[in-house]
């Protein structure tokens, strides 16, 4: 078995040490004796299709978003959508989570048509909505650090990724984090969010393998180290004032 991951965009969304979430994919697949390929394809680079299994999209600012639009236009946009749309893999952070979906409006009025693959938008307010958060999910509690000017709406084609425990999540106000469609999972969790957070991780995993073999199953790790950290984060974040 081998998965073949592509890093969308690393030269332009790379805040946070979110490329720590491909080494946690490629760890974690290698733990297990299973074969990744990692393949990074900044701007200027065409995504072929069939060529991967698995896609990461990383975080940043309004302004790196903006940078994004030529390439996207340039045919990358309309195969990322057709790639989500036949239940590939993909993992997108905050900046790249809000370019999945329909639009977004910065807070200084500026509106941008995004991809349009997940029935969501994303209006940015002047008030930033940061700190450590942590929230629920069919994978247990996931933990991380947001930091988002955009409040980002579901539309009632995507479920939420999973239910505030603590911090702003989606927007602040309804509750929900992150969006799910299809193999498509998104979050504003940064951090990066995959090491702390091995079930999700291994979620995601499964699901790109199930979607390229048919059925998987991935072995339980030792990894005692990776769930003490997430329950030692969680602990502090959910005990904080
Ligand atoms: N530009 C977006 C916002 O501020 C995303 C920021 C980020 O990726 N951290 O809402």
Sequence with gaps: MELRICHLYPDVLNLYGDRGNVLAFKKRLAWRGIG??????????????????????????????GLLMDDLRSGKGAEIKSAV?????????????????????????????YLGALDLETVGAKERMIGNFAFDTEFGPVVGFENHSGRTSLGPGVRPLGHVIRGYGNNGSDGTEGARYLNTFCTYS?????????????????????????????????????REAHESVLKMITNAG
């Design 36 to 65: 990744c390929a990692v393949t990074e394809l900044p701007i200027g680079e065409k995504l072929v299709p069939g060529r991967f299994d698995l896609f990461f999209i990383g975080g940043g600012q309004d302004f790196e978003q």
């Design 190 to 226: 940064h951090g990066p969010v995959l090491p702390k957070n091995p079930a999700l991780c291994d979620g995601i995993l499964l699901a790109a393998l199930e979607r390229k073999y048919g059925a998987a199953s991935l072995e339980p790790l030792d990894d005692f180290a990776e």
């Design 85 to 113: 749309e036949d239940g590939l893999a993909f993992l997108a952070v905050c900046g790249g989570y809000q370019l999945m979906g329909r639009s977004y409006e910065t807070h200084t009025g500026e509106k941008y048509a």
